[in-house]
């Protein structure tokens, strides 16, 4: 037989084999059932959820979504669709496609790598996709593994450094440790790294996609962050898969008050997590990590008045955040007056200001409110804004008794000492003073505490 004959005959085979496995073609879902069960004869639970995240990951293959947000209980079989088999899926579309799978460690994302790699290598994946390319012998690692026709995985921790290495398509999955989410330090370094390297890493800027696929954890985890930025206008156009635990509303999958996948996570045992502890079912479970279950302030707690009470002692205290950036902590400038025990806040300003901007706001509450003193947090470069509002306060001959405050506590150790306070009903505020109450019901799991 000359090699024209057998070429020939290889094509006819392969024609067959396209023929045979076209439902796992033509579908991520089809694909992810009979793969599990060809390869390790292993049946997948079926359920709702699997469909929804198939459909919105091939929307992301043929271009129809360029930011795509899964939220969804853990235990879910997540990983195993959005970081194994959708890359490989794909490759088998087309064989150039360059994904990066990044997650809160390099050694987790490049677990997942070889997992991919093996199921791109195996037999049962080559009979679905004749036509895929085999691996380069000299890159073909668990970190950075690519085939013949360039197309290729690369698997990078959440806040590593990422040079190099482009992608078509990113995949996100399990950007922070569920035990470091209430690190502000730690959450501040996996959002700033998204803006900072990983957008960076998209081969093409208009057509490139990212998929993050995570439990919610704070209200200002990746995907908090990102959300509140695009509700400003101000970034991307994410679209959203939230998967509940339990659902709250009735809608096209399941009624009220139903799981989300009864086979694995029969109410009984959804009960159990949620007893056993509420802010985690909420966060993690529910998706939603801001709800009675999550509040540390509540809103019978809060108490108004209209006419400001006569006597007492003024004063106003300044927090400052030296940036205007729409992912960075608000400043806050507030005048509390106080009566025996009680305190009754007059004035509240919180948002992004740039140092002159900040000075004006707080000269707004010593001109209109006379505080005996005002106290500024000084840290690091806030120092310089106490010797900053002296001088603009000289210069326009306004008096005022400026001090420097140092906090012996972090942040919510300081804010948490406001709760006997208001559980007490010793804190008054007025009723308008939205952004306050909202800032409190939030606490801690709000992104600018």
């Known amino acids: 037989m000359d090699t024209l004959q057998q070429e020939v005959l290889k094509e006819k085979a392969r024609r067959e084999l396209e023929k045979r496995y076209q439902p796992e073609r033509e579908s991520l879902y089809e694909f992810l059932l009979s793969y599990r069960s060809l390869e390790k004869k292993q049946e997948i639970d079926e359920n709702w959820h699997i469909k929804e995240i198939c459909s919105c990951l091939e929307d992301v293959y043929y271009w129809k979504t360029k930011r795509l947000i899964i939220n969804i209980p853990p235990r879910s079989l997540k990983t195993e669709i959005v970081s ?65 026709d360039w197309g290729q995985y690369y698997a990078a921790g959440s806040t590593g450094t990422i040079t190099g290495i482009g992608a078509d398509i990113i995949i996100i999955d399990d950007p922070i440790k569920p035990d470091e989410a209430d690190s502000e330090l730690v959450r501040t370094k996996v959002n700033n790294n998204y803006h900072d390297t990983i957008k960076s890493r998209l081969n093409d800027k208009s057509l490139g996609a990212i998929v993050i696929i995570m439990q919610r954890l704070h209200d200002n985890d990746l995907c908090g962050h990102l959300l509140e930025l695009t509700e400003q206008w101000l970034w991307e156009d994410w679209k959203v898969l939230k998967v509940s635990a339990i659902a709250e509303e009735k809608d096209m999958f399941r009624a009220k008050g139903e799981s989300f996948f009864p086979k694995r996570f029969p109410l009984d045992i959804l009960d159990q997590i949620k007893r056993s502890n509420a802010a985690t079912f909420s966060c993690q479970y529910q998706q939603d990590p801001i709800n009675k279950a999550t509040q540390e302030f509540h809103e019978e707690w809060f108490r108004y008045f209209d006419e400001i009470p006569t006597g007492g002692r003024i004063f106003t205290t300044c927090d400052p955040a030296f940036t205007k950036k729409a992912y960075s902590d608000s400043s806050c400038v507030m005048t509390g007056k106080f009566i025996g025990e009680k305190m009754y806040i007059l004035e509240y300003t919180v948002g992004k200001f740039d140092p002159g901007e900040l000075i004006e706001k707080m000269i707004y509450h010593i001109k209109k409110r006379e505080p005996e003193k005002i106290g500024i947090e000084s840290y690091a470069a806030q120092v310089t804004l106490n010797f900053s509002l002296r001088a603009e306060l000289e210069r326009r001959n306004i008096w005022a008794n400026v001090e ?25 505020h007025r009723a308008e003073m939205y952004e306050l109450e909202t800032q409190l019901k939030k606490f801690p799991r709000w992104q600018h505490d």
Request: glycine fraction near 2%; proline fraction near 3%; include cysteine.
């Open 84 to 148: 194994k088999a959708f890359p490989v899926w794909c490759l088998g579309q087309d064989t150039r496609k360059k994904f990066m799978q990044i997650s809160y460690s390099a050694e987790l994302s490049q677990k997942n790598s070889g997992w991919a790699r093996d199921m791109y290598t195996s037999q049962t994946y080559r009979r679905m996709f004749p036509r895929v390319s085999d691996l380069k012998e000299d890159q073909s690692t668990k970190q950075h593994w690519e085939n013949q």
């Open 404 to 428: 420097e405050l140092t906090q012996k506590h972090d942040k919510h150790a300081k804010i948490r000492r406001l709760i006997p306070l208001y559980r007490n009903w010793l804190i008054y």
